[in-house]
């Protein structure tokens, strides 16, 4: 009878762990599923660009340019106050100013947010790197049933911890193990208990070091910084593309006026001369000229204005908008061109030059890429050491009886012991040591290339700049003197001093001289545009225009912004 009680107790008991077994595994497991829930995907993008922006801002100067446009355009992080709104930048009326067409460009333009997506990737490459020396959390449990003939069993349990590398290359690895109800036949006193365990691993000879271990920390965070200075470089390269582009197709909507009106000009001059022939004052050859010039005429009208429609949709394409869209740019913006004229910078070429190696972001990553070279070199050669690492460990269980929160650190299994890996083969190491030299060797001659590239790109820039001023001068006389041709052309004709064929001449050579004023004058503002983008000195606003930085005379050495519009 003292038998079957005591068995009765312990069956009674068995069932209450059991059924409070179940009951916190099912909790535990809602819990887990509750948590997993929660992480939703908009809280991990949220997260993630939130860091990554973070990264940016920190490390965006000022000297870069202006903190705008680089936000992607999924992203949840709001507009920053000075970015263009380009839903409202788009007038009702279609015809789109050089900034709104800038500012359209700057959102919707395909390449563009490419840039922004490869600055936030690059950033986002760097967030991880980090995290590599972030105390890393994991957390598991397990659960499982297993019954046969002779016996049924059901365990679950979880363990948790973290991993750590710190800065000198030492590796820290601690968890905590809970195991709970493995037997449904066994005692439940003795069915839950805990382990922890914790190891660290020193690097005494190769692999220590905050240079060696940080190595890939430090070339993230150099990556970012290199890509916002190639983001921001880009921008001003966008931005005088965009500005090419646009004043592009005004000069070819100015041709299309100019030859229409050429061939307008020439209709009348056919007619009038018609009706001379018709009454015999004007020899029928004559005539036969004048219509053959207007046929002549009529064709280059038409082409101007396919080559204008051609121009004008390649550009829309170039604003990530359908070809089919209905815009026009406006034709303002190429008369406050023509009413400016040209302003030549007061920059002498030493001057530039010294400027640009000063100021070109591509040349800054450049020259901090043998810096990059040279750390290599340090770690690949690290590398060829010896391996001797310092092992510790230890391991502690719980008190039996179910208390789990009881460890017996007297009782522990610690250990300690050295681990050493011989350079008996280090041909890889060996090869790679030897890369990183040549490597070393070809960033230094790339450097030096670039250094040279960056001084014919401004000697180029500025004889061009030089060049389209010139031209402009030049072709703005030639106008001058078409026009005067043109003007006194009815005189002579009423005077029997100029024939069909030099009448005809005159009007074709001021067609000539409009359009290469036009063309020479827009050249000369995108060389203007190209001369400050290759010295580094264009500045991009947030809506997307320019600033033009004017210099002070050459000998004081300093220079003072000025805002400029338009060109």
């Known amino acids: 009878m003292g038998v079957f009680m005591v068995s009765k107790l312990k069956n009674r008991k068995f069932r209450h762990y059991r059924r409070a077994g179940s009951i916190y595994f099912v909790f535990g497991v809602s819990l887990i599923l509750v948590m997993v829930a929660g992480c939703s995907t908009e809280h991990y993008k949220a997260e993630a660009d939130k860091e990554v922006y973070d990264i940016i801002n920190g490390k965006w100067k000022k000297d870069y340019g202006d903190k705008s446009n680089y936000i992607i355009n999924d992203s949840n992080v709001p507009a920053r106050p000075n ?7 788009v007038p009702p009326s279609g015809v789109l100013t050089l900034a ?13 947010q490419r840039q922004k997506e490869q600055l936030y990737l690059t950033a986002l490459d760097l967030t991880l790197a980090r995290h590599r020396f972030a105390r890393q959390w994991f957390g598991t449990v397990d659960a499982s049933y297993l019954r046969n003939a002779a016996d049924e069993q059901i365990g679950y349990g979880a363990e948790t911890g973290f991993d ?29 208990g805990s382990v922890l365990a914790a190891s660290v691993t020193q690097p005494l000879l190769r692999g220590r070091g905050r240079k060696i271990v940080q190595e890939n920390l430090t070339q993230a965070e150099r990556n970012a910084l290199y890509q916002i200075r190639t983001f921001n470089r880009y921008r001003k390269t966008f931005v005088v593309s965009i500005v090419d582009a646009y004043y592009r197709v005004l000069q070819q909507k100015d041709a299309v006026t100019n ?3 050429s061939y307008e000009s020439k209709v009348q001059l056919r007619a009038r001369l018609q009706m001379e022939a018709n009454e015999g004052v004007t020899p029928r050859f004559q005539v036969d000229q004048a219509e053959q010039s207007e046929l002549l005429a009529r064709d280059g009208y038409i082409r101007a204005e396919q080559r204008y429609e051609q121009l004008l949709d390649t550009f829309k394409i170039t604003l990530a908008l359908p070809t089919d869209a209905d815009i026009e740019l406006d034709e303002n913006e190429l008369k406050a061109l023509q009413k400016i004229g040209i302003v030549e910078p007061d920059y002498e070429l030493e001057i530039a030059v010294e400027t640009a190696l000063a100021q070109r972001l591509d040349l800054a990553n450049s020259a901090d890429g043998v810096e990059d070279a040279e750390r290599k070199v340090i770690v690949a050669a690290d ?4 391996e001797l690492n ?18 017996q650190f007297q009782n522990g299994t610690y250990s300690l012991g050295l681990e050493a890996d011989l350079p008996l083969d280090r041909k890889a190491e060996r090869n790679a040591y030897r890369e990183a030299l040549i490597t070393l060797e070809q960033r230094r001659r790339s450097y030096e290339n670039d250094v040279d590239e960056v001084k014919l790109d401004v000697r180029d820039a500025y004889r061009k700049l030089r060049e389209e001023a010139e031209s402009y001068r030049t072709q703005y006389k030639a106008l001058e003197l078409a026009q005067i041709r043109v003007s006194v052309s009815p005189i002579l004709w009423e005077a029997g001093r100029m024939n069909a064929r030099d009448y005809l001449e005159s009007q074709d050579d001021l067609l000539q001289a409009q359009n290469n004023v036009t063309s020479a004058l827009v050249s000369h503002a995108i060389a203007k545009l190209n001369f400050f ?6 500045q991009v606003k947030p809506d997307g225009m320019w600033i033009e930085p004017i210099p002070k005379p050459a000998q004081t050495n300093t220079t003072e912004q000025t805002e400029v519009d338009s060109g």
Do not use: C, M
Request: aromatic share 4%.
């Open 83 to 89: 970015d263009i709104q380009v839903a409202k930048a």
């Open 383 to 386: 590398n060829l050491g010896v």
């Open 100 to 112: 709104q067409a800038i500012a359209i460009a700057t959102a919707h333009n395909r390449d563009y």
């Open 533 to 538: 983008r290759d010295i580094g000195i264009l």
């Open 164 to 192: 750590q590398l710190l800065a000198d290359g030492a590796q820290i690895t601690t968890s905590i193990a809970i195991d709970w109800a493995r037997f449904l036949t066994g005692d439940p006193d003795t069915s839950l």
């Open 259 to 261: 030859a229409k009106n």
């Open 390 to 407: 310092l092992i510790g460990s230890a391991g502690v269980n719980s008190a039996p009886e179910t208390k789990i929160e009881r460890l």
